[in-house]
């Protein structure tokens, strides 16, 4: 059985369990849907060792989206057999929608499961941060709670960070990339100048600097974490700037992507916010002198 529309999938996945189903009962329905022959292609991908992997979701209100993410990238971490062990930490920004009942079957039985919170809402930034600094892992990747990119499209950052990158960066504008759903017009549209004028204030190397699909090694780029001031959608492009002043290896690798209609980035107020932040992050990059860091986040 091959992943072909990680979408239609599952809605098919979804359609066979309730909110009253348990752990057990929804991974036996997920593994049936993959099929095992999958479960044992993506185990050879990575040879076998005792790495740590952790993977980061950061959630607002997102709690419809949580069953079926945490299957799906539970059965993604089930498939890399010994090559890594491993968690998945969900962050609630200041959510309002109680995630802890909608993990909490999942945090009674899978001690890999966690969920850390943020006191309110503080933006995307400031929860992965929360994440990442909980993280055990030498290996740290953050996605979507949507899954826009699905969890499978972790194992071609995780074979950058094996050949020597420090930054494996998803890419929806790569020219290897496949869109299988779309962003609206307006979007679009948004999201392409937005793109012209990062690479015009920062001189960044890449084409989509705000993928959600990300990975990194976690030596060298704790310090970064542990200092990121930028809350919002923007920390992307502090982190891109940071790890380039610190001449750390930064990959843009080509993935699958869906888009999905519920995002929670608002264009106009978002954008409004995010040029901002792109203007004062531009400016403190080209100020700052060659052994200069941005001070720790208290």
């Known amino acids: 059985m091959l992943l072909q529309d990680h979408r239609a999938l599952i809605v098919g ?5 309730s909110w009253t189903s ?43 989206f949580i069953q079926y993410t945490t299957e799906a990238v539970l059965w993604f971490l089930d498939s890399l057999g010994k090559a890594y062990e491993s968690e998945l930490i ?11 009942r909608a993990l909490q079957s999942w ?22 941060r929360k994440g990442v600094l909980a993280a055990r892992g030498d290996r740290i990747a953050f996605l979507d709670v949507d899954l826009s990119a699905r969890p499978e499209m972790l194992m071609r950052l995780l074979a950058a960070l094996d050949r020597g990158t420090d930054f494996a960066c998803g890419s929806r504008h790569h020219a290897g990339s496949r869109i299988t759903v779309g962003q609206g017009l307006a979007r679009r549209g948004l999201g392409k100048l937005f793109r012209v004028l990062v690479r015009a204030a920062t001189h960044l190397d890449l084409q989509d600097t705000q ?3 990300k990975a990194f090694l976690r030596q060298p780029m704790l310090p970064i ?27 843009e690798i080509p993935i699958d992507w869906a888009d999905d209609s519920s995002s929670s980035v608002r264009p106009v107020r978002d954008g409004v916010q995010m040029l901002s932040a792109l203007i004062r992050l531009a400016y403190r990059d080209r100020m700052r002198g060659p052994d200069e860091t941005t001070e720790p986040l208290e």
């Open 13 to 17: 996945i979804r359609s066979s369990w």
């Open 22 to 64: 348990g752990p057990q009962e929804v991974r036996s329905s997920v593994l049936q849907s993959f099929g095992n022959i999958e479960r044992v292609r993506f185990s050879r991908l990575i040879p076998r060792g005792d790495r740590v992997l952790s993977v980061v979701i950061p959630i607002r209100n997102g709690t419809s």
């Open 90 to 100: 969900f962050v609630s920004d200041g959510c309002t929608d109680q995630p802890e």
């Open 107 to 128: 945090l009674d039985v899978d001690s890999r499961v966690r969920l850390e919170h943020l006191g309110k809402h503080c933006g995307k930034g400031a929860a992965v």
């Open 211 to 213: 993928c959600g699909c």
């Open 225 to 251: 974490f542990e200092q990121m001031k930028e809350q919002g959608f923007a920390f992307d492009i502090e982190l891109l700037l940071e790890a380039r002043h610190r001449n750390l290896v930064i990959e």
